[in-house]
């Protein structure tokens, strides 16, 4: 399954953003139902992060540092996942993505993930 990614830009601190992990190249709905989905982060010179994952029963855990201001969420009928930032801090700036995997997975390990989209910059600056 590919995944992509959207929804980054330009905000300024205390801002929000709602990031979106689409599944393209699937013709049943009901296989997305299967896929657990991370959001991570890489900024430069700094080591990948897993912030957010979403397992295939809608279970959800949080890096500490975005609990309470991230959430993570999946439309099912859209074939989406979703990741609503609220109350973003220059420190949060960095390449998002999201990542998926068939079955049980239930991890902030990106490496845990097969499917990779191809990230969206998120900017925080005023």
């Known amino acids: 399954a590919q995944f992509v990614d959207s929804g980054g830009g330009m905000v300024q601190p205390g801002g929000s953003l709602i990031l979106s992990c689409a599944q393209n190249g699937f013709s049943f709905d009901k296989t997305f139902d299967n896929y657990a989905v991370i959001w991570f982060r890489q900024a430069p010179g700094k080591e990948r992060e897993g912030l957010s994952c979403?397992?295939?029963?809608?279970?959800?855990d949080y890096m500490a540092s975005v609990k309470g201001r991230f959430t993570v969420s999946r439309d099912k009928d859209k074939n989406t996942v979703f990741l609503e930032m609220n109350d973003l801090r220059p420190e949060d700036t960095a390449l998002y993505s999201c990542?998926?995997?068939?079955?049980?997975?239930?991890?902030?390990?990106?490496?845990?993930?097969?499917?990779w989209g191809q990230g969206t910059q998120v900017t925080v600056t005023s």
């Open positions: 979403i397992s295939n029963d809608g279970s959800t």
């Open positions: 990542a998926s995997g068939q079955g049980p997975l239930f991890s902030l390990a990106p490496h845990s993930y097969p499917n």
